[in-house]
């Protein structure tokens, strides 16, 4: 199937239909000859819907809501490799009048009148701050909707709030974890270079390698060989803020897909025990797929409520991984903006707490509870972390370092990683102490 043709179809079902993008672009990719040049239109399409359906509005005779779903995502698309893609303008122009004409042939003169009006015009239109006003050109500008941007500009001002809009709109990196149980960094390090796989380190995770976009990550070296898994440097930091240790019983809420279950294990040696729970019966089989390939055996799988599930046995260490609004991700998951509402952060808080209590109760004397998530979000993170520990007077932050480009600073507790300041997906993580009775 044509790449183009591919990412139209996609399109639709992402932004008309509302259907996850990993799904959709998923159930396309064998069918095109370039997956990574899908992925790359078809996300950044996805990122800036605000942005191109701006200019659309700007030179079409009729309103974008007003076109049909084929009319609509056919320009955003062209305006989209015109703006910011760059690519040869008539010969961008042209393939999509021909995408039109297999399309919607009654429609054949009215997208080659508005992407031509476009080339034409575009120059003479810049986002105005004047017109839109602070919010509305943060939103046009970085194309997110414009309740997030007011809430960031509170929290966070201005310029952090460019910053971290700018961020969510690059091209997601791969980052990969080594699995210390078959392999080490150098190794691996020495494999990419003779299969000329082009590579960093991460600047935050010894064990976090950062590969160019490579297409199908299962085409990577050693990916069969279960040594690394796929897994953000945010990501990668939760477990070894966690620091379990070689014997140890690790309860893991909210476990799926296991990138930090089986960092877990590998941290702990595979000896012990670590309990997997998550609410899903298909992300619970990612699990153990995951254990399977990269060799471990100390992990078992529960299929249960976190907010809910208890256990007779107590545990020396907890983690939840909170299901959360996705804010500090916005980069690797292209739909999420659109998904969220701001009623959104509210439920979630209220099932974040519950699931943290419930975990709260699983906890030895003496044991560490860690919660993190993918948000940046006070309501979710430091203000939730906080109302706990004024109603549970049993636990207490527990200070941590980490031995990476965060020097020898000590955090007190809690780290808020954000996109733009640490340059990576935004995280937050709290390490709590369970006070000895």
């Known amino acids: 199937m044509d790449v183009r043709l591919a990412a139209l179809?996609?399109?639709?079902?992402?932004?008309?239909?509302?259907?996850?993008?990993?799904?959709?672009?998923?159930?396309?990719?064998?069918?095109?000859?370039?997956?990574?040049?899908?992925?790359?239109?078809?996300?950044?399409?996805?990122?800036?819907?605000?942005?191109?359906?701006?200019y659309i509005?700007?030179?079409?005779?009729?309103?974008?809501?007003?076109?049909?779903?084929?009319?609509?995502?056919?320009?955003?698309?062209?305006?989209?490799?015109?703006?910011?893609?760059?690519?040869?303008?008539?010969?961008?122009?042209?393939?999509?009048?021909?995408?039109?004409?297999?399309?919607?042939?009654?429609?054949?003169?009215?997208?080659?009148?508005?992407?031509?009006?476009?080339?034409?015009?575009?120059?003479?239109?810049?986002?105005?701050?004047?017109?839109?006003?602070?919010?509305?050109?943060?939103?046009?500008?970085?194309?997110?909707?414009?309740?997030?941007?007011?809430?960031?500009?509170?929290?966070?001002?201005?310029?952090?709030?460019?910053k971290i809009c700018d961020y969510n709109n690059r091209p997601a990196s791969t980052s990969l974890r080594i699995n210390t149980l078959k392999t080490n960094l150098d190794s691996l390090l020495k494999t990419f270079s003779e299969s000329n796989i082009n590579f960093k380190r991460s600047r935050y995770s010894k064990n976090c390698i950062?590969?160019?976009?490579?297409?199908?990550?299962?085409?990577?070296?050693?990916?069969?060989?279960?040594?690394?898994?796929?897994?953000?440097?945010?990501?990668s930091l939760v477990s070894e803020i966690l620091a379990p240790q070689p014997g140890e019983k690790i309860l893991d809420f909210c476990a799926a897909p296991g990138a930090k279950t089986t960092h877990i294990a590998a941290l702990m040696k595979d000896q012990g025990k670590v309990l997997a729970i998550?609410?899903?019966?298909?992300?619970?089989?990612?699990?153990?797929?995951?254990?399977?390939?990269?060799?471990?055996?100390?992990?078992?799988?529960?299929?249960?409520?976190?907010?809910?599930?208890?256990?007779?046995?107590?545990?020396?260490?907890?983690?939840?991984?909170?299901?959360?609004?996705?804010?500090?991700?916005?980069?690797?998951?292209?739909?999420?903006?659109?998904?969220?509402?701001?009623?959104?952060?509210?439920?979630?808080?209220?099932?974040q707490m519950k699931i943290l209590k419930n975990a709260a109760k699983q906890l030895k004397p003496g044991g560490i509870l860690v919660y993190s998530t993918c948000s940046i979000e006070p309501e979710e993170n430091e203000e939730l972390i906080n109302s706990f520990l004024r109603e549970n007077k049993k636990f207490k932050p527990e200070k941590f370092k980490l031995d990476n480009v965060f020097g020898n600073e000590e955090f007190p507790g809690m780290l808020q990683i954000l996109q733009s300041k640490q340059d990576i997906d935004g995280f937050f993580i709290a390490k709590l102490l369970k006070c000895s009775e």
């Open 9 to 54: 179809k996609c399109l639709i079902k992402i932004l008309e239909y509302n259907k996850f993008f990993d799904e959709v672009f998923n159930s396309c990719a064998e069918k095109v000859k370039s997956p990574s040049e899908l992925k790359f239109i078809l996300s950044g399409a996805v990122k800036y819907k605000i942005t191109l359906d701006y």
């Open 57 to 162: 509005n700007r030179v079409s005779s009729r309103k974008v809501k007003k076109l049909s779903p084929v009319v609509r995502n056919i320009l955003r698309l062209g305006v989209y490799e015109l703006e910011f893609l760059k690519k040869p303008e008539y010969a961008a122009v042209n393939s999509y009048v021909e995408l039109c004409a297999k399309q919607d042939k009654k429609s054949i003169s009215f997208v080659n009148a508005v992407l031509r009006s476009f080339l034409r015009k575009k120059n003479s239109f810049a986002i105005n701050e004047k017109e839109l006003g602070t919010i509305g050109f943060i939103s046009v500008k970085y194309s997110h909707p414009e309740w997030l941007v007011e809430k960031w500009l509170k929290t966070y001002g201005r310029e952090q709030t460019e």
């Open 210 to 235: 950062i590969v160019s976009e490579a297409g199908n990550v299962r085409n990577i070296p050693g990916y069969c060989e279960g040594q690394w898994v796929v897994q953000g440097e945010s990501s």
């Open 278 to 351: 998550d609410i899903s019966p298909e992300r619970i089989k990612r699990i153990s797929e995951n254990c399977s390939r990269l060799g471990i055996k100390s992990v078992e799988t529960i299929t249960g409520d976190a907010a809910g599930l208890e256990f007779e046995e107590k545990f020396d260490r907890v983690l939840v991984d909170a299901p959360c609004s996705n804010t500090g991700v916005f980069a690797a998951r292209p739909d999420a903006r659109w998904r969220k509402t701001p009623e959104d952060i509210n439920t979630l808080s209220e099932l």
